[in-house]
């Protein structure tokens, strides 16, 4: 155990996290996660769909001293990415519709991506300065401590510890809600064997609002503060490796990584300031992929593209899937490369692409 003072240690990291490009700092102790067995439930009920990680590690998900035993305290830190100038090239909605008069003209017709992918990869931003921030403390301390750093990879539940560590509220829609920055928030995590002095937990501010919900497109959130990923448009175009249901697809609209629909509706997402991280600056896709395009990358030209970027999660095929997914919601005609698509060497580009075709031409019949 370090000989240092809670509350001057506290104060130390807050100011570290500050130097080094955090927004907001909080400190909770590490222990027990209070909603553990409310996640516990949300796994046995298969809600987390094809994503199997989420299933395994429950003892850390429950409490963070399973991944380092000698934790004390966890540090948590946000950073914003809010970019309220760079939302797409669609209306603010990002919803599916039947309406042919939202169809697109085929050679602008562009794909949205999620704000957080717009600039570079937040998991390597953030580890480099939840680094400096460790090292820092190391150095100001003069103290030996155990440490793990955990951005988004590690099992645990990183918005339950920032809730507990007062950065926020857990909003209806699962979000981590700060009452001025709002929800567009990259969260990191450093467990540490330093006692710290914890902050006070944030009031829910949610009160009877329910904006989030009712503008879901597939209903993913299928009640106040629980989500069903099978449901999401986000899970549907990163983490789902095959086939998307052919009910979701209209609802989909023109997003192709990512959605961003429930925290567009939030009020306090309206009110937040834009980001000043320059390692968060929108980059050429904020304004959208070009759908054709996009659905005739090949390995290299996909490479390319998400280099240094969140977009990595999705693969090749998956991103072209959900080009044709999209071009099937907005497409006013059929362009050829949709067409030609359909006989694609990949089954699944193939199915969805066909599935598009069809769709276009059954919304021109009623034209």
Not at 33 to 49: C, M, P, Q, S
Not at 220 to 239: G, K, N
Not at 283 to 296: D, I, Q, Y
Request: contains cysteine; positive net charge.
């Amino acid at each position: 155990m370090c000989s240092v003072d809670p509350h001057t240690a506290s104060q130390l990291v807050k100011q570290l996290a500050r130097r080094h490009g955090c927004d907001v700092a909080g400190i909770c102790p590490a222990g027990p996660i209070a909603r553990a067995d409310f996640y516990r439930r949300w796994v046995t009920e298969g809600r987390h769909g094809q994503m199997a990680y989420l299933a395994r590690n429950q003892e850390s998900r429950a409490d963070p001293r399973a991944l380092l035993p000698s934790a004390r305290s966890a540090i948590v830190v946000g950073v914003s990415y809010h970019q309220p100038d760079a939302q797409g090239p669609s209306d603010e909605s990002g919803t599916g519709t039947d309406d042919p008069g939202k169809a697109a003209p085929d050679a602008t017709a562009r794909g949205r991506v999620a704000m957080y992918a717009r600039g570079s990869d937040y998991h390597d931003v953030l580890r480099a300065r939840l680094r400096d921030l460790v090292g820092g403390l190391r150095e100001q301390l003069g103290v030996e401590l155990d440490s793990r750093i955990c951005v988004d990879t590690a099992p645990i539940l990183e918005r339950e510890l920032a809730a507990a560590a007062g950065l926020g509220w857990i909003g209806k829609n699962t979000m981590l809600l700060h009452p001025r920055l709002g929800s567009y928030l990259f969260l990191g995590v450093v467990l540490t064997s330093l006692d710290l002095a914890p902050d006070e937990p944030m009031p829910d501010r949610c009160g009877q609002c329910r904006r989030c919900l009712d503008a879901c497109p597939t209903q993913a959130l299928y009640q106040p503060y629980a989500v069903d990923a099978r449901l999401c448009i986000s899970y549907l175009t990163i983490e789902l490796r095959d086939r998307i249901p052919e009910n979701l697809r209209p609802k989909m609209g023109d997003w192709v990584f990512g959605c961003d629909v429930c925290q567009q509706a939030c009020p306090y997402n309206r009110k937040a300031p834009a980001a000043t991280d320059p390692a968060f600056a929108p980059n050429p896709m904020a304004r959208g992929l070009e759908l054709t395009s996009l659905l005739g990358w090949d390995q290299g030209r996909y490479k390319q593209a998400v280099r240094g970027s969140a977009m990595a999660r999705a693969r090749l095929a998956m991103m072209r899937r959900n080009a044709a997914v999209a071009l099937g919601n907005v497409a006013a005609t059929c362009p050829p490369p949709l067409a030609q698509a359909a006989d694609d060497d990949d089954p699944m580009v193939a199915e969805h692409a066909r599935w598009a075709v069809d769709r276009i031409s059954r919304r021109r019949e009623t034209q």
